[in-house]
Nanobody, 120 residues
């Protein structure tokens, strides 16, 4: 089994910055793609940004130029640097990982989420 835990969420004013972290733990053999998704109540969960094990990144148009995704493969940790935050970035942010456990089972894992609120 692989566990994901997000941290770094909170309340920030418009134009401010936050850095989210996602730590993966458990019986990990390999982690392929990781991503940050976000969800507003009543709406579908949407991809914000993703990163492959080799470093290739992908961003939603709504966050391009403001968010930067990165990962430390040695620490099984992923980050999301969010700058110039807008009220519409308010959501629960979820960490996602396409991972293989030590038993060679490949699953798509989710963290419990962390709340990001952008408000003055």
């Amino acid at each position: 089994q692989v566990q994901l835990v997000e941290s770094g969420g909170g309340l920030v004013q418009p134009g401010g910055s936050l850095r989210l972290s996602c730590a993966a733990s458990g019986s990990i053999f390999m982690i392929y793609e990781m991503g940050w998704y976000r969800q507003v109540p009543g709406q579908q969960r949407e991809l914000g940004a993703s990163i492959r094990s080799g470093g290739l990144t992908n961003y939603a148009d709504s966050v391009k130029g403001r968010f930067t995704i990165s990962r430390d493969n040695a620490k099984n940790t992923m980050y999301l640097q969010m700058n110039n935050l807008k009220r519409e970035d308010t959501a629960v942010y979820y960490c996602n990982a396409d991972a293989v456990s030590s038993t060679r089972s490949r699953w798509n894992y989710w963290g419990p989420g962390t709340q990001v609120t952008v408000s003055s």
